[in-house]
């Protein structure tokens, strides 16, 4: 009896190899999957990015004032009926492109430190 159980089971086996371990097998189908959930997560990223372009190019296109803010924030341009005024902290480092004369620091007057203004550069 010991032999038939034998004898059914090597053939058995054979036949499950494959199925598990050879080529389209279990293991390959799983890294498949794990590969295509990656590859949907990146899709669904690079959609959002592309919605993202397509309306910052309609807004480009149709309107002028994504073109103004770019110029404002990128270029630093202003208007001609705007005045620009800038405050800077009596800390803060001198900014790269001023002349080294005046970017010197400003001392402030000899005061309480409660009672102390930051001192305003020209």
Not at 34 to 55: E, F, S, Y
């Amino acid at each position: 009896m010991r032999w038939i159980a034998v004898v059914v089971f090597i053939p058995l086996a054979l036949i499950q190899y494959p199925l598990w371990f050879g080529p389209g097998g279990w293991k390959q189908v799983r890294e498949r999957e794990d590969q295509v959930l990656l590859a949907q997560a990146r899709i669904a990223g690079l959609r959002m990015r592309n919605a993202r372009l397509a309306a910052e190019v309609r807004d480009l296109r149709d309107g002028t004032a994504a073109v103004e803010e770019r110029a404002r924030l990128q270029l630093g341009m202003i208007r001609n009926d705007e005045v620009f005024v800038q405050i800077l902290d009596a800390n803060a480092p001198a900014p790269v492109n001023q002349p080294l004369e005046q970017a010197k620091p400003v001392k402030p007057a000899a005061r309480p430190a409660a009672i102390a203004a930051p001192a305003a550069r020209h």
